[in-house]
């Protein structure tokens, strides 16, 4: 088991865009923590992660940093007692830049938290007071010199670009607020519309303008431009990263390594089942406490395992490892990619295929003709 994922799914309050599963019941944080802890316990004892050494534990949410320092104490706790951890193993806590007080950072730098994922999203305040986000521009900046100075130094900023209104320029200069930081690792993600969001409410009522896609396309391309001179590895469509800082615990994802996902909404991947808890923390709470989890499992076939591979590998600077599909799979997927590589959206290149720069820009379309149906 090469990795263990902790959903915390608290929030302070909500944005607009999330589409991940969160609540704002701060009083249940207690009770959350130690029904993790439980599972963690009993996901051990059913011989989940056997005798593997953990590389990889990644907190999650949600807004982990809203856990006070002596409740992340009592999952790393429980983590070290429970699992193998390999002694130099990538340790990442996502934060939010208004929870990273010098006391806060203090903390943490006595944890085994060694790298930080901090949600900044974008320096345009209006454009931050526009996702309902709690910082503002100066504390993202205030946040990575405070996380610096407790000695953590291993920081990842997250950016947002295709806001309603925002420009070209807008974003480059996001960019280069981002670059003034000197992060390790910048992940960006267009802003996406998802069901049941507020944002979702917004743009169907029309009240927000849609980003044009051509649009889209040059934010992107800039990205790619203004990052990769700067000397970042842009090594998933993404994700961006200093030499040797790569995300360990992602990577695993698009690697399809297995990992184990603990607590509400967590999802776990051991090569033949995939298994997603019940996203409903009260429900959570009581099956773990009652000793019955929630939870629904997926058993994986070769075709699906096939799918799996083609929509995580494709997404990274590799690709796909041609050698590791059988026959049946390898055939199929080369003849469904020759119009992608006379159109130049794929490239063969020894062993592997994979998305050139233009076909960055299309990869689902491209991912959704080479699965198997």
């Not at 345009?124 to 007071?129: H, K, N, T």
């Not at 794929?346 to 998305?355: K, N, P, Q, S, V």
């Amino acid at each position: 088991m090469a990795g263990i994922y902790i959903h915390i799914p608290f929030c302070s309050s909500r944005c607009i865009y999330c589409g991940f599963y969160s609540t704002t019941a701060l009083e249940q944080r207690q009770r959350y923590v130690d029904a993790v802890v439980k599972e963690l316990e009993e996901r051990k004892s059913q011989g989940e992660s056997e005798d593997e050494c953990i590389g990889t534990v990644y907190l999650g949410g949600g807004t982990p940093s809203q856990l006070t320092p002596s409740q992340l104490q009592q999952l790393f706790d429980a983590i070290h007692h429970t699992y193998k951890v390999e002694t130099d193993a990538e340790i990442t806590m996502e934060c939010n830049p208004d929870d990273i007080t010098v006391e806060y950072a203090a903390a943490l730098s006595q944890l085994p938290v060694n790298r930080v994922s901090m949600g900044a999203q974008t320096f345009s305040d209006e454009r931050l007071r526009f996702l309902r986000r709690r910082h503002t521009s100066s504390q993202v900046t205030q946040a990575v010199d405070t996380l610096r100075t407790a000695g953590i130094g291993n920081v990842s900023v997250d950016l947002m670009y295709g806001f309603p209104g925002e420009t070209l320029n807008d974003w480059t200069d996001d960019i280069e607020a981002a670059l003034a930081l000197d992060a390790e690792h910048l992940s960006a993600y267009c802003l996406t519309i998802e069901e049941g969001t507020p944002l979702y409410q917004m743009f169907a009522s029309d009240t927000a303008p849609i980003c044009e896609e051509e649009l889209e396309r040059q934010m992107y391309e800039a990205l790619i431009d203004k990052l990769t001179a700067a000397g970042y590895e842009h090594y998933e469509i993404s994700n961006f990263a200093k030499p040797g800082y790569r995300s360990r615990h992602n990577s695993s994802y698009w690697n399809g390594t297995p990992y184990l996902g603990i607590g509400a909404a967590a999802h776990s991947y051991n090569l033949k089942s995939r298994r997603w808890n019940v996203a409903d923390i009260i429900k959570y709470m009581e099956g773990i406490e009652q000793g019955h989890p929630r939870f629904e499992e997926e058993k994986i076939d070769n075709d699906t395992r096939y799918n799996d591979t083609v929509t995580v590998a494709l997404r990274t600077c590799e690709g796909i490892d041609l050698k590791a599909l059988s026959p049946k799979h390898r055939d199929y997927c080369l003849r469904n990619a020759r119009r992608f590589l006379d159109d130049h959206l794929l490239e063969h290149a020894g062993d592997y295929l994979r998305l050139t720069r233009r076909g960055l820009f299309v990869s689902d379309m491209v991912m959704s003709e080479l699965i198997w149906i």
